[in-house]
């Protein structure tokens, strides 16, 4: 079944069209990839669809509803939750509140619950704890729960931008370069983690990700984006021979 | 929200001196009275703190709405006779609700905008106070106000004034430190940490930037009500725009963003501001070379750099214990 539906979209920034008329479909259940080279508008695609920019054009559906124009956290609380090409964590709180605020839009304590920290918001931060704790051991980051999450190494942080994502229990989760800068060892346990994230939490994600052996080893489709234009669609074998695409890495003659 | 032992709460028990100190100072009612002004700036900088500490939103309105609660307070009182007990709370909900109103528009306003919004503010009030309509403030000449009631007790020495702001203080200083372990202090925490990412896991940064300086009015207007009451008469110098900045160095040279740095910030600040009392042209001098060494040096402030050494000597511990296996 679909899921994600960007329909025709366009954005522009003056006169640079970063992403010109581009369509693409994400199934349920399914890792779907979008490459291109640098500068393509893949992570501008994604700011599209998480509600950072509003499109010029086109539309988005998520779910049968139209999402375009709307706020991000409106966006996340719907069930698209995303990591960042550029670490975006909350860097100087302790590991697993990054985790929690994750939660944020799954709790049900209000202003008044917080302040006298009712019996319901007691029941529902333990709840929160023992989520977070399993969510880090997922990722091999429950050791370092209390600590400041700015002093993770650089791969750990990756890892913990993706469990924040999964932690308000998302349908689709869009991943913005996870890869980058990870070692290769590193980036075969990520291989093994976002497969076990679809398996585990019957989700979508749609990666954006420079490192060929990843995305060929986990996608079921891929996206080619190149100058903005989407030049090619297809199965990892498809993409691995298409002419267009191998020139568009490449470079042509033109 | 490590595990608890019972370790951790051995530190807080010099805290059960406070209440003994009015009995101690008995003979020096005027410690006493400066003990009292403790507690309603510890009330406003725990308040100030909420806004700018954990939410990360700077202001310089902080003398504003400690007026509101201060006039509104008297004000309600004189003219409806309810008794001072509950105008104090009424005032302070009134200044809540002035700061709410405030904060809808200002909440999409960062950092110099935001401090020019809230300068501004703070004139507006100032002017509402000497110019008040038909002179119900008193204006420049200022006014008298009356002394807080309970059970038909006046609360005129004092030591009662001590005990009533002291249970006020621990209540709303608790109140502070509930609301900060919590769903929402962790929102305040991930706008200020990064705004970006904090609204792309669903939290509507303006939703809670407005309770931020929901809460900032209520504290301070409380704080400004209690003080109305305390002193007997208010003038409006106290309420101008310039003693905003009191208010800030008190948070900043406790520590700002943490459970005890107003209290600490607070009480010195205070002690400090009365040994100036006798230097009152200089006092703006030195609060300025206080800010700026502090901001300079201590960013963390007391609270900050103290967690700092402790972290410091535990690990020289470690190494040495190392070394020494």
Known sequence: ????????????????????????????????????????????????????????????????????GRRPS??????????????NLFTEMPVIDNVIVGMHGDLKSNFFDSLFHTKRHRAEERECYEKAHELLKFVGLDDKAYEAAGSLPYGAQRRLEIVRALASNPKLLLLDEPAAGMNSKEK????????????????????????????MGISDYIYVLSFGKKIAEGIPEEIQNDPNVIEAYLGGDD | M?????????????????????????????????????????????????????????????AGFFGIGAYGSVLIHKYTGIPVILTILIAAILSCLIALIFAYPVSKLRFAFLSLSTISFNYVIYQLITRSPGGITGDFNGIFTDRITLFGISFKEFQSFFYFGLVCTIILVVLKIFLINSRVGRAFLAIKQNQHAAEGMGIDYRKYKVYAFGVYGFYVGFAGALYAHLVGFISPETFAETQ??????????????????????????????????????????????????????????????????????????????????
């Not at chain 1, 069209?17 to 199934?27: C, F, G, K, Q, T």
């Not at chain 1, 609380?77 to 670490?87: A, D, E, F, V």
């Not at chain 2, 943490?258 to 609060?287: H, K």
């Open chain 2, 244 to 325: 905003s900045v009191l208010f800030l160095i008190m948070a900043m040279v406790g520590g700002l963003g943490s459970n005890w740095g107003p209290v600490i910030g607070g009480t010195i600040v205070l002690l400090l501001n009365d040994a100036l009392g006798y230097f009152q042209q200089f006092q703006l001098l030195v609060y300025g070379i206080l800010l700026i060494l502090f901001i300079v040096f201590m960013p963390g402030g007391i609270i900050g750099e103290g967690r700092k050494l402790i972290a410091k000597i535990k690990s020289k511990k470690e190494v040495d214990a190392n070394v020494e296996s």
């Open chain 1, 1 to 68: 079944m679909r899921m994600l539906k960007v329909d025709h979209m366009t954005i522009r920034f003056g006169n640079l069209i970063a992403v010109n008329d581009v369509s693409l479909e994400v199934r349920e259940n399914m890792i779907t990839a979008l490459i291109g080279p640098n500068g393509a508008g893949k992570t501008t695609l994604f700011n599209g669809v998480s509600g950072v920019y509003n499109p010029n054009d086109g539309d988005i559906i998520f779910c049968e509803e139209s999402i375009k």
């Open chain 2, 2 to 62: 490590g595990k608890v032992s019972n370790k951790k709460y051995l530190k807080y028990l010099p805290l059960l001196i406070i209440p003994f100190l009015p009995l101690i100072l008995a003979k020096y009612s005027y410690l006493v009275m400066l003990l009292c002004f403790v507690e309603i700036y510890v009330i406003a900088t725990t308040g100030l703190d909420v806004l700018y500490g954990y939410s990360g939103q700077i202001t310089f309105a902080t």
């Open chain 1, 188 to 215: 075969e346990e990520l291989d093994a983690i976002l497969r076990e994230i679809v398996k585990r939490w019957q989700l979508s994600i749609l990666i954006v990700e420079h490192d060929m052996d990843l995305v």
């Open chain 1, 74 to 87: 409106y966006i996340h609380n719907i069930g698209i939750s995303r990591t960042y090409q550029i670490i």
